[in-house]
C-alpha cells in the first residue's frame, strides 16, 4: 500500500514538474515571438492590417475564432500584440482623462499607472495560461493560445477605445458604460466559443463544462491579484 503511494505521489510530482517545465519553454518562446513580431514595424501597414482582422471579425466572429484556435501558423499573432497595445493605450489615456472627474478613483501616482497598464496584460495571460494548462485534449501552443483569447476580447477592446468618448463630454459615461457591459457580455460568449474551439471539443455539454471550470479559476485568480489593486 505504501509503495502504491510513493509511486503515485512520484507520478504526480513528475507530472507537476513536466508542466512547469512545459510552460516555462513556451513562455521563452513567446516572449521570443513577441520580440521577433515587433520587430521593425511598419505602422502604417500593421493599422491596415488590424483594420482588415477587425472587419473579418465583425462579419464572422465564431468562424475568425475557430480559424485562429486552429491556425498552427499563428499568422494573427503580431495583430493580436497590436489589439492589447491599443487596449492598454486606450485605458491609460480614460483613467488620465477621469482624474478631472473623480481623483479618489483613479489615483495620480506613477504606480496607479502601471497597475492601469498591467490590468489588460494580465486579462489575456492569466486566462490564456489557465487555458493552456488546463487544456489535455487538444494541446495548442501558448502563442495561438494567447492569440484566441486577444480575438476574443475584442469587444471589450472596442468598448475601451469607445469610452474615450468622455474625453469630450463626461454626460456620455452613460452611454459608454452600457455599451461596455453589453460589449463585456459578448466577449464572455466569444470567450466560450474560443476555449470549445481551443480545447477540439465538439460536445456542447462537455464543452461548457470546460468553460466554467476555466472561468471558475480565472475568478479567484482574478480576486488574488485584487489585492493588489489590479482589477482584471
Same mark, same amino acid.
Given at each position: 500500500?505504501?509503495?502504491?503511494?510513493?509511486?503515485?505521489?512520484?507520478?504526480?510530482?513528475?507530472?507537476?514538474?513536466?508542466?512547469?517545465?512545459?510552460?516555462?519553454?513556451?513562455?521563452?518562446?513567446?516572449?521570443?515571438?513577441?520580440?521577433?513580431?515587433?520587430?521593425?514595424?511598419?505602422?502604417?501597414?500593421?493599422?491596415?492590417?488590424?483594420?482588415?482582422?477587425? !472587419?473579418?471579425?465583425?462579419?464572422?466572429?465564431?468562424?475568425?475564432?475557430?480559424? +485562429?484556435?486552429?491556425?498552427?501558423?499563428?499568422?494573427?499573432?503580431?495583430?493580436?500584440?497590436?489589439?492589447?497595445?491599443?487596449?492598454? +493605450?486606450?485605458?491609460?489615456?480614460?483613467?488620465?482623462?477621469?482624474?478631472?472627474?473623480?481623483?479618489?478613483?483613479?489615483?495620480? !501616482?506613477?504606480?496607479?499607472?502601471?497597475?492601469?497598464?498591467?490590468?489588460?496584460?494580465?486579462?489575456?495571460?492569466?486566462?490564456?495560461?489557465? +487555458?493552456?494548462?488546463?487544456?489535455?485534449?487538444?494541446?495548442?501552443?501558448?502563442?495561438?493560445?494567447?492569440?484566441?483569447?486577444?480575438?476574443?476580447?475584442?469587444?471589450?477592446?472596442?468598448?475601451?477605445?469607445?469610452?474615450?468618448?468622455?474625453?469630450?463630454?463626461?454626460?456620455?459615461?452613460?452611454? !459608454?458604460?452600457?455599451?461596455?457591459?453589453?460589449?463585456?457580455?459578448?466577449?464572455?460568449?466569444?470567450?466560450?466559443?474560443?476555449?470549445?474551439?481551443?480545447?477540439?471539443?465538439?460536445?456542447?455539454?462537455?464543452?461548457?463544462?470546460?468553460?466554467?471550470?476555466?472561468?471558475?479559476?480565472?475568478?479567484?485568480?482574478?480576486?488574488?491579484?485584487?489585492?493588489?489593486?489590479?482589477?482584471?
Amino acid at each position: 500500500m505504501e509503495e502504491n503511494e510513493n509511486q503515485n505521489q512520484n507520478e504526480v510530482n513528475q507530472e507537476i514538474f513536466e508542466t512547469k517545465q512545459e510552460l516555462k519553454n513556451e513562455t521563452l518562446n513567446t516572449v521570443k515571438q513577441v520580440k521577433e513580431s515587433m520587430k521593425n514595424v511598419n505602422v502604417k501597414e500593421e493599422a491596415k492590417v488590424t483594420k482588415g482582422f477587425v !472587419t473579418e471579425m465583425l462579419k464572422n466572429p465564431l468562424g475568425k475564432i475557430e480559424e +485562429i484556435a486552429n491556425d498552427s501558423s499563428n499568422k494573427h499573432f503580431k495583430t493580436a500584440i497590436i489589439l492589447v497595445i491599443i487596449w492598454v +493605450i486606450a485605458a491609460l489615456l480614460g483613467s488620465i482623462s477621469f482624474k478631472y472627474f473623480s481623483w479618489r478613483l483613479f489615483g495620480s !501616482t506613477l504606480l496607479s499607472y502601471i497597475k492601469i497598464i498591467l490590468a489588460p496584460l494580465l486579462t489575456v495571460v492569466v486566462m490564456s495560461v489557465i +487555458i493552456f494548462l488546463l487544456n489535455k485534449k487538444e494541446k495548442k501552443s501558448l502563442i495561438t493560445v494567447l492569440t484566441t483569447v486577444t480575438t476574443a476580447q475584442l469587444p471589450v477592446i472596442i468598448a475601451e477605445v469607445i469610452n474615450l468618448l468622455v474625453l469630450f463630454s463626461s454626460s456620455i459615461l452613460k452611454i !459608454t458604460s452600457k455599451i461596455s457591459g453589453f460589449f463585456s457580455i459578448i466577449s464572455i460568449v466569444f470567450l466560450y466559443f474560443a476555449i470549445r474551439d481551443l480545447y477540439g471539443e465538439k460536445e456542447e455539454k462537455v464543452a461548457f463544462k470546460n468553460f466554467v471550470i476555466v472561468e471558475a479559476i480565472y475568478v479567484v485568480v482574478s480576486f488574488v491579484i485584487s489585492y493588489l489593486g489590479i482589477y482584471i
